[in-house]
């Protein structure tokens, strides 16, 4: 799972940390840091933090390395 974040879209309104404390935390009251590559085990916090973004600054792209393969036999690259 890897996430990212539009520092320019979030406000600091702290949803995704309350949320996901392990991997969002806010620096002050405005400075938003989080782990880019979250571990699974956190995938239920993270997907509830970027729904509840009221700005909808929270992308989570949930692909995992097993459509890899299928991919490549598509584009005939091996």
């Known amino acids: 799972m890897k996430l990212v974040v ?13 949320l996901a404390p392990d991997v969002f935390a806010m620096h002050g009251d405005e400075a ?3 782990n880019p590559q979250p571990d699974d ?8 933090a970027a ?16 459509s890899a393969p299928a991919e490549e036999e598509k584009s005939g690259v091996r």
């Not at 085990?41 to 509830?48: G, K, S």
């Open 41 to 48: 085990a956190q995938r239920e916090y993270v997907t509830r």
């Open 51 to 66: 729904t509840a973004c009221p700005v909808q600054a929270i992308l989570v792209d949930s692909l995992d390395d097993a």
């Open 32 to 34: 938003l840091l989080y």
């Open 6 to 18: 539009d520092l320019n879209r979030c406000q600091g309104y702290a949803q995704c940390a309350f």
